[in-house]
């Protein structure tokens, strides 16, 4: 059968399972969306700009395990996808995005809308490829898929000239990946190493598990539970870790770093053995690496070689698939308790529960963790939530226990303000029967409220809930904390955010008091299609407890307890 | 382990003979802030398979990183660390020396001998000295050459290979997706 290079693409994603992809036309593209109209299985998503596109197809990803797919023309579409490309590099999300280019003969002529897009993407992408040879077509797009999911997922971009998408060939579709001599993703530990952590292990007193995006992605959830409760190990989550152990487990201790709980920074802090499972020892999560962890044995288990050692020095280094590492684990770990320890943990917790907001009367005053809580409540703690970057975002992380797997998504690593919204559609397109919220500030929502239009051309059932407390709260944190409170480009208008909606023709509401969150959770539910409710919040609000960037982890700032003046 | 002095090693890599690698090898020592004291790049006995020798500034646990690093991207095949190994490793230089007096020709000659090296072009004012050696002795054959007078210099930074039966080398051959129906198309501009 003879294909064009756009029917092959095509045909491709097709046999890869891709249900739908988001993007934007163009005309270096267009021969692939022509052929788009002869393949109504693959459902395309018009975004009103190509990094909604980018955060959608993540969204995507994140919230089915499988491949998202963004598409895009040339030029400045291509170099919009960059953002959200940076996104999934950074959190280990598999996307495929295709981009048009120019006609091989134009290119390097500094045609219209031309831009080395794969020069553009090299740092930022897991592989990228420039299509140069039809025949080459259904290979790269195979290994594409299979590159991205694969290993440590990410990001994998493929350029196609144009000519190629409208020359023909006969199409064979490749089977097997077999073109790819240096990616042998690692699986399994060796049994040296198993027995090295087993030691340590089963030496500790004091052993702590600090579990990461890895745990997820690798699907060793259930294994990471076996490991907790059999060894009696309390379980430090990082951001991109929530969902890898219920929330409510009495060995979860709560998220670790720069606003994570007190009780879990101050117990890695007097460690004896540090268990890091599918984690990265990202600066937000260490502090001051001189002084963290210090008393601590190391163990480290992750896919990718080159995280290990890279910050944190360990003991133990395997690399390998976790799920396979854990499987090969289980069966030596011995059951055992650490009372002491997890009461010692206990009684961190209590003190800041004394420290928490949310135990207080705070009058007629709405707090942001207090909407967070309530939409907690309120959706039965079951809504797959998708954050923005900011205030909110570690608000959700500290007031919005999560207990399955990938019910959080959120931009830990690189922490791209706008990501929320566009990632919350794409979330639903991949888990259509979950209630999904969209939570983000006043701030990232207007980095890419365009896709309102999306949301709604699609009729696309996303509650979005802005935590709107007119700054751009985070950085103003930072400018009360260490800049001597001198709110420069931080207090931040917005538009009548209600009105923006209703003329987007989304339905919308206000909420100003706490009595209004239930009723505005029961209107989103019950309302079809894309809601906005804006919660007006208290505009100076603080995220305790902060860690200062390189401080030590036990150096953190704390919330004052009742009766205690502020720092 | 005391790892914060920093010291020359050699990574040998194998890797795909396709456009851009070299780019992508490059652009990862720049991203991860590595420093590269010489990186050289050929072919090999395997048309699908180029080698690099690249040399590096480095501790111990960066070498360690940069090795890590560099099997991280997709198209390079495998990588060695030969510093760790018996090695054989060699730089060429090309030097353009004054010789245009009885001293300095004299002089050129009775350092030359002292070194694997050897005139290759003389004239009535310059002669290019060439230079096979170790990295250290083509320094210091520099250095023996700067006061004749060196007027231009190339070298080709250092190739490495490890010694003995211990061979860096992958099984893989590759495969043409170009099918028997494939007809050499030239390439057409059309509108963009």
């Known amino acids: 059968m003879k294909l064009s290079g756009a029917e092959i ?5 097709k046999r890869e399972g891709v249900e739908v992809m988001f993007g934007y036309p163009g005309g270096a593209i267009l021969p692939t969306y022509d052929a788009m109209t002869r393949y109504p299985e693959i459902h395309h998503v018009l975004v009103r700009h190509e990094q909604g596109a980018a955060h959608m197809a993540d969204g995507y990803a994140r919230a089915s395990g499988k491949v998202g797919v963004a598409i895009a023309t040339s030029g400045p579409g291509a170099t919009n996808l960059v953002t959200g490309i940076a996104t999934a590099m950074m959190d280990s999300s598999p996307i495929v995005c295709i981009t048009g280019q120019v006609t091989r003969g134009a290119i390097g002529s500094d045609a219209f809308q031309e831009t080395d897009v794969t020069g553009v993407t090299l740092p930022i992408t897991k592989h990228n490829y420039l299509v140069m040879d039809i025949h080459e077509l259904p290979y790269v797009i195979r290994e594409a898929f299979y590159i991205a999911r694969s290993g440590r997922p990410g990001p994998v971009l493929i350029d196609i000239p144009k000519d190629i998408q409208t020359d023909k060939i006969e199409f064979v579709y490749p089977e097997d990946v077999i073109r790819l001599p240096g990616y042998q993703p690692p699986q399994t530990a060796s049994d040296k190493e198993i027995k090295a952590a087993l030691e340590l292990i089963h030496e500790a007193k004091r052993p ?9 992605l690798s699907g060793a959830v259930q294994q990471l539970r076996e490991l907790a409760e059999r060894a009696q190990i309390p379980v430090a989550l990082t951001l991109l870790g929530k969902g890898a152990m219920p929330e409510n487990h009495p060995l979860t201790i709560g998220m670790m770093g720069m606003h994570g709980e ?14 890091a499972l599918g984690m990265r020892f990202d600066d937000r999560v260490t502090g001051n690496l001189k002084t963290y962890a210090r008393g601590a044995k190391k163990i480290h288990v992750d896919i990718d070689a080159s995280e290990i050692n890279k910050n944190v020095r360990v003991d133990v280094g395997i690399v390998g698939d976790l799920r396979s590492v854990m499987d090969q684990l289980l069966p030596g770990v011995e059951g055992t308790s650490h009372a002491e320890w997890l009461n010692r943990i206990r009684d961190w917790h209590e003190d800041a529960d004394e420290r928490d907001i949310i135990n207080r009367d705070t009058g007629d005053e709405l707090w942001g963790a207090q909407v967070i809580n309530d939409l907690w409540k309120f959706t039965g703690g079951n809504a797959i939530t998708v954050t923005d970057v900011g205030q909110h975002q570690m608000l959700e992380a500290q007031y919005y226990p999560h207990q399955r797997p990938a019910s959080m998504i959120t931009s830990g690593g690189l922490g791209t303000m706008g990501f929320g919204f566009p990632a919350a559609m794409g979330a639903k397109f991949a888990r259509p029967d979950e209630e999904i919220w969209a939570i983000v500030g ?17 009729n696309i059932k996303v509650n979005i809930a802005i935590i709107n407390n007119n700054y751009l709260g985070m950085v103003r944190q930072w400018q009360e904390f260490f800049y001597e409170q001198r709110y420069h480009a931080t207090p931040m208008f917005s538009p009548d955010f209600v009105k923006l909606a209703e003329a987007y023709g989304i339905p919308a509401m206000r909420v100003e008091r706490r009595d209004q969150v239930e ?31 390189g401080a030590d982890l036990d150096k953190m700032i704390r919330r004052p307890k009742p009766g205690e003046s502020a720092r | 382990m005391p790892d914060h002095k920093p010291k020359k090693y050699l990574l040998v890599a194998l890797v795909e003979n396709k456009p851009g690698v070299l780019n992508r090898v490059a652009s990862l020592f720049r991203r991860r802030n590595f420093n590269v004291d010489s990186l050289t790049v050929g072919r090999t006995h395997k048309p699908h398979l180029s080698r690099m020798t690249i040399a590096v500034d480095a501790t111990r646990g960066d070498a360690f990183k940069i090795h890590m690093n560099l099997l991280k991207l997709i198209n390079v095949v495998d990588v060695a660390n030969v510093s760790h190994e018996p090695h054989v490793s060699r730089d060429l230089a090309l030097i353009k020396v004054r010789a245009n007096d009885a001293e300095s020709r004299n002089g050129l000659t009775l350092i030359c001998e002292r070194y694997p090296a050897r005139i290759v072009d003389i004239g009535p004012e310059v002669a290019i000295v060439e230079i096979t050696a170790q990295e250290d002795q083509v320094e210091s054959l520099i250095d023996e050459l700067k006061p004749i007078g060196i007027l231009e210099l190339v070298r080709t930074g250092v190739v490495a290979m490890g010694r003995g039966v211990r061979i860096l080398d992958s099984d893989y051959e590759p495969v043409s997706p170009i099918t028997a129906t494939s007809e050499a198309k030239s390439y057409e501009v059309y509108s963009v």
Not at chain 1, 209 to 214: E, S, T
Not at chain 1, 262 to 275: F, G
Not at chain 1, 521 to 548: C, H, K, N, Q, W
């Open chain 1, 208 to 216: 702590i598990i600090l579990a990461g995006h890895g745990v997820m």
């Open chain 1, 262 to 275: 007190a009780a879990s920074n101050l117990a890695i802090q007097e460690a004896d053995l540090l268990i």
């Open chain 1, 442 to 458: 006043d701030g990232g929502f207007q980095m890419t409220l365009c896709e309102l239009a999306t949301a709604k051309q699609e």
């Open chain 1, 519 to 549: 009723e505005s959770v029961a209107f989103a539910r019950s309302t079809d299609g894309p809601v906005l409710i804006e919660y007006v919040v208290e505009a100076e609000d603080i995220v305790y407890p902060m860690v200062p960037a």
């Open chain 1, 9 to 13: 693409v095509l045909e491709c994603l």
